[in-house]
């Protein structure tokens, strides 16, 4: 199993990466928090640490510690626009129940 | 589900704590809405994809105000209810109306602010700029899927408090929290600065539609600070259309047009002159009651109409390098700011002025929305303000009236923003218990020449001898370039303090009015201050002369002394009343001469009656 970005998601990752000049792919995580028990994080990497997990994704190294994995496994991150807000999605196979706005989750 | 945006690493934001944060182009022709979106800024556009809001409203009678291009659209069949450049109304008041360009307005006056009276009722400046501000607020909110935690929305360098007060008032009636007010130029080095990194002296050369603004800054270490500011208000985009308006009309030797031809004219003469700007060639084409107008213009004819117009943004910047004591060789690139700074002509005299080649790698009209998208998401802590900061500066001095209808001026023109300053006053006469405070800005050394901020009183001196109290004033500006002034008495501690709620009323044009006059008015200035400053020192001396022969000339001078000296005091009061400054300078010698033995009889005399009964060893 694996994490992954749809071709439209990595195609962006890799936009944002250029125009911000640095940075060696994207981090996924989770974090304990919300309303819901867990929320997802989405940043950009500088660099890798130790335990890291890497996946290649169309071109983009998607960068997920060994802890979140657990909750991330099978998930493929797409980006998509609703109305006039754009902006990445999780689909997260893990995932039990959202809490009303979608910003947390359960496993 | 909600969308996510990609963070700095370790500034992801908590679930439900999204700070969205926006800054706004508050612009006179066109306002934007720009926010920082995974690590850059980028301006947001509506469904149809356009960036620039055209600030424009359009009152109706029973439906919601419409605003942008839908109110230009009904600009020509409803002129009367289609708002257009109200922020050359913002903060002004009644009396200001009479020197405002003719509009097709009607206008009414309700508490002081000048109201538009349109088929919605009447309306202040501030209320149709929150029209506006509403309208970016609904766009942002839309694209970014949340309410606004706050916004930073800029101001002309030029814009006074009253100005900026108004802004604010807007922004609040729009439903919008004011994080600050930002000066334009400051946001556009701000885009250009970070996106850049670069350091050194940076002149920004901010032409738009109807202002032009020209600031000084210093970018050093991530730190910005303005050294000067200055411009001209009544110059921009639109005086150039203005030129080939009266261009076309000269050339095809047109009879008065109508007001829907001229505004045919009008846009006309902006597509001519967008063409040129790309082109060497164009053609002005404009279809008139009378038929259709159809002439060739070339780049050069068009640059010989509006030579004129490049040239005189020149001065300004000759102005902030002197204010910022700098040569032109110091200043190491040229920010281009502002839509009319495409204009091939502008960017060549910019650039042969400073002698190198100007910056406009940015999007002239967008550069002021995308640095204050910056500065929004910093203030908001959507990201480390790792340590840089923002200096403005006041674009006005800010003094108190003194004796005799003077200036002293508290904070000079220019200070960097926040800023306090304290400075200590006395009393002028024996006994006195009470002190008019009159706060003024201007740079003129008259009061009558400068413009009155506000009047308070500060009570309960305790009575002393004149010159014996301590007044401390403080003046205060914070970083929106507000002004509170305080005053306080030092030996009894009672104090008065007033927040200049500025009255609204003064204009650009006034403020650039008042420079350009300090300026001419210098030597004038300076003989005045001179003559007045000599002839409050001559009333405090006849005073003192006549407090003291009160109280003991009749006991120290003889007759004769007495009579000479009171024909002196006479010579100088009536060279007071009579203004003569020569005759003043006079009699006010030959009273000092006089009264010299008398004031040294006084003192022994003060000295025996201070000795009087005490023994050595007590003293």
């Known amino acids: 199993m694996q994490v992954s970005l749809t071709e439209r998601a990595a195609a962006h990752v890799q936009k944002f990466l250029s125009k911000r000049g640095k940075g060696v792919g994207l981090r996924l995580g989770v974090k304990t928090s ?74 | 589900m909600a969308l996510l945006q ?141 309410e606004l935690t706050g916004a930073i929305i800029t101001v002309p360098a030029y814009f006074d408090d009253a100005q900026r007060q108004a802004t604010k008032d807007a922004a609040r009636l729009a439903g919008i929290e004011v994080l ?165 002509c502008v960017q060549r005299a910019a650039s042969a002025f400073f002698g190198k080649p100007v910056l406009c790698n940015l999007d002239p009209d967008q550069v002021v929305a995308l640095g204050a998208a910056i500065q929004a998401n910093v203030l908001v802590g959507n990201r480390s303000a790792d340590d840089w900061l923002l200096l403005d500066v006041i674009p006005l001095s800010l003094g108190l009236e003194t004796m005799g209808g003077l200036v002293e001026k508290i904070v000079p023109r220019n200070s960097t923003l926040p800023v306090a300053r304290a400075q200590d006053f006395t009393t002028f006469k024996d006994g006195q218990t009470a002190m008019s405070i009159h706060v003024v800005q201007g740079e003129r050394e008259l009061v009558a020449e400068c413009r009155s901020l506000a009047h308070f009183e500060l009570r309960g001196i305790p009575p002393l001898a004149a010159g014996a109290a301590r007044i401390r004033v403080t003046f205060q500006v914070d970083a929106d370039g507000l002004l509170s002034v305080s005053a306080r008495e030092q030996s009894s501690g009672v104090e008065a303090t007033v927040a200049v709620k500025p009255s609204y009323g003064l204009t650009d044009e006034e403020i650039a009015r008042m420079l ?24 405090r001396l006849s005073e ?4 003291a022969l009160d109280a003991d000339g009749a006991i120290l001078l003889d007759e004769e002394e007495r009579a000479r000296i009171r024909g002196a005091l006479g010579n100088l009061r009536a060279a007071i009343v009579a203004g003569d400054i020569d005759a003043l300078r006079r009699s006010s010698g030959a009273l000092n001469a006089l009264s010299q033995d008398y004031a040294s009889r006084r003192m022994d005399a003060a000295i025996q009656t201070a000795l009087a009964g005490r023994r050595l060893a007590e003293l």
């Open chain 2, 180 to 344: 600050r007010l930002l000066n334009e130029p400051t946001a556009a080095a701000i885009a250009y600065g970070l996106d850049n990194g670069s350091e050194g002296i940076y002149a920004v050369y901010d032409l738009g539609g109807g202002t032009f603004d020209l600031s000084i800054l210093r970018l050093e270490r991530g730190v910005f600070e303005v050294l000067a500011t200055s411009g001209d208000s009544a110059l921009g985009g639109d005086d150039f259309d203005e030129c080939l308006v009266r261009w076309a009309i000269e050339t095809a030797a047109l009879q008065t047009p109508s007001d829907t031809e001229l505004r045919r004219l009008h846009t006309a003469a902006r597509r001519a002159k967008e063409a040129l700007s790309g082109w060497p060639e164009t053609r002005f084409q404009v279809e008139l009651d009378t038929g259709a107008l159809d002439l060739p213009l070339t780049r050069e004819t068009f640059e010989a109409l509006t030579v004129e117009l490049v040239q005189r943004t020149l001065a300004p910047i000759k102005r902030a390098l002197r204010d910022a004591k700098l040569k032109v060789g110091a200043i190491d690139g040229v920010v281009m700011v502002g839509g009319a700074t495409r204009m091939p």
């Open chain 2, 516 to 539: 350009k006059e300090s300026i001419a008015n210098a030597e004038a200035d300076a003989a005045a201050r001179m003559r007045r400053e000599e002839t409050v020192e001559a009333e």
């Open chain 2, 544 to 547: 003192a002369t006549e407090a």
């Open chain 2, 6 to 146: 990609i963070a700095e690493p370790g500034l992801s934001a908590a679930p439900h704590r999204h700070r969205l944060a926006v800054g706004i182009d508050l612009g006179t022709t066109h306002s934007l809405v720009a926010t920082v979106r995974n690590g850059s800024s980028e301006v947001l556009a509506d469904l149809a994809g356009r960036h620039l809001l055209p600030s424009i409203v359009h009152y109706r009678a029973d439906a919601p105000p419409e605003v942008g291009d839908v109110a230009r659209a009904a600009a020509a069949a409803d002129p009367k209810n289609v708002v257009v450049s109200v922020k050359r109304l913002m903060g002004r008041g009644a009396d200001d109306l009479a020197k405002l360009a003719p509009t097709p307005y009607a206008y009414g006056v309700g508490a002081g602010q000048i109201q538009i009276e349109t088929a919605a009722g009447p309306k202040t400046p501030v209320e149709v700029s929150a029209d506006i501000l509403k309208t970016l607020r609904e766009r942002a909110e839309a694209s970014l899927g949340g």
């Open chain 1, 34 to 107: 919300g309303c819901s028990g867990m929320a997802y994080t989405l940043e950009f990497a500088d660099d890798f640490l130790d335990e890291d997990v890497r996946f290649q994704s169309h071109g983009v190294t998607v960068i997920v510690d060994p802890k979140s994995l657990v909750y991330l496994e099978g998930t493929e991150l797409d980006f998509v626009r609703e109305g006039l807000n754009e902006g990445f999605k999780f689909n997260n196979p893990n995932v039990k129940n959202t809490c009303g706005c979608g910003e947390s989750f359960q496993v």
